[in-house]
C-alpha cells in the first residue's frame, strides 16, 4: 500500500493540473455580465457590433408594417413605417397603388404571429416572423424576415428589408396586387 499512495496522489496532482490548465487557458472570452433589464447578455459579432435587447418600438413598427404593407391595408400608413431603402424610387403616390416592394401575404392577425430575432443591435435588427393566414385563404402559413433600421433625426424605426424565408429575393412587384 506505501508503494500505491504515491501513485494515487501523483494522479490526482496531475488531474489538478489539467482541470486548472482548461480553466484558465483558451479563448478569454469571459460572458459579460447582464445589464439591468436584460435577458441575454450583449454578444460580440464579427462586424464589431454588440447585439444588445430588441427595442420594443423595433417589434411594433414590424407588426404594423405587416398589418398596413404586407396586408395591403393602409398603405398610406406604411410608407411611415417604411426605411427609406426599401421606399427608394417610389412616391407616396406610387405606394399607394399598392404595386411595392413588398410581397403580400392575406395576414390573419398580427397578434398571433410568432417573432423571434435573428439579430439585434443599436440601431438594426433582423426578426423573422411565422404568419397565419386569414380564415378562408388558400395560403399555408408562412414565415418571413423583417429588416429594421433606424433613421433620421428622430432616429425611428423604419422596415428596410421583407422576404419569404423561402424566397429568393426575387419578389415581383406587379405580381399579386
Known amino acids: 500500500m506505501g508503494r500505491v499512495l504515491p501513485w494515487i496522489?501523483?494522479?490526482v496532482l496531475v488531474a489538478g493540473i489539467v482541470v486548472a490548465a482548461i480553466a484558465f487557458t483558451g479563448s478569454g472570452d469571459v460572458a459579460p455580465e447582464l445589464a439591468a433589464g436584460e435577458s441575454e447578455p450583449p454578444v460580440a459579432t464579427g462586424s464589431g457590433r454588440r447585439s444588445v435587447q430588441l427595442?420594443?418600438?423595433a417589434k411594433q413598427v414590424a407588426a404594423d408594417f405587416i398589418s398596413t404593407a404586407v396586408a395591403r391595408k393602409d398603405l398610406r400608413r406604411s410608407w411611415t413605417l417604411t426605411h427609406p431603402e426599401l421606399r427608394e424610387g417610389y412616391t407616396i403616390a406610387d405606394w399607394v397603388t399598392g404595386t411595392i416592394p413588398v410581397q403580400p401575404y392575406p395576414v390573419g392577425s398580427v397578434e398571433t404571429a410568432t417573432f423571434s430575432i435573428d439579430e439585434s443591435f443599436e440601431n438594426e435588427a433582423m426578426l423573422q416572423v411565422s404568419l397565419v393566414p386569414e380564415k378562408g385563404s388558400k395560403m399555408k402559413g408562412q414565415i418571413?424576415?423583417?429588416?429594421l433600421k433606424r433613421y433620421g433625426p428622430a432616429k425611428r424605426w423604419g422596415v428596410y428589408y421583407w422576404a419569404s424565408?423561402?424566397?429568393s429575393g426575387s419578389y415581383d412587384p406587379g405580381e399579386g396586387t
Open 165 to 167: 424565408r423561402g424566397d
Open 55 to 57: 427595442d420594443p418600438q
Open 144 to 147: 418571413f424576415f423583417v429588416g
Open 9 to 11: 496522489g501523483g494522479a
